[in-house]
């Protein structure tokens, strides 16, 4: 009886070795995940906070910024929960980005900013603190023509 119970407790931390492990080998948020995905932004707010960027400027600088996040949830080397959370926050940008009223605008934009904020603690919280700049950038598209 003593050799089951000994080769079962052998079993068990077998197991919760491996579990371990597995766990420690999972994908981490690092630097580059979380720089890339602030300087994405930043850059998209440069272009759409200056006074002499044309329409097409800002919708090239918004593609250029979409383009940079879906890389990076694409990215297998990245957790999961971020890469979700990207495409989420990608997700409520275009939506706010298309939205056809101020009210839908506007929710959608607190979607995104919930998801920057959490994309901004997991990096916070792994050690790489990001910021994000031209907060009060207005998230829409502009209209071709009007420049």
Known sequence: MEARS???TVLL????ATSMLALTACAQIDDSFCNEYASAWNDFAEVRDGSSATAQEV??????????WAKLSADEDVPSYARNMVGIAES??????TASSSFDRKAYQQ???NGRDYIARQCSEAGFDIEFNGEDVPIESPRLGAD
Request: glycine share 4%; no cysteine.
């Open 59 to 68: 919708i090239d600088a918004s593609k250029t910024m979409r383009d940079r």
């Open 111 to 113: 979607s995104w900013i």
């Open 92 to 97: 409520s940008f275009m939506s706010a980005w």
């Open 6 to 8: 000994s080769r079962s």
């Open 13 to 16: 931390g077998t197991i919760l």
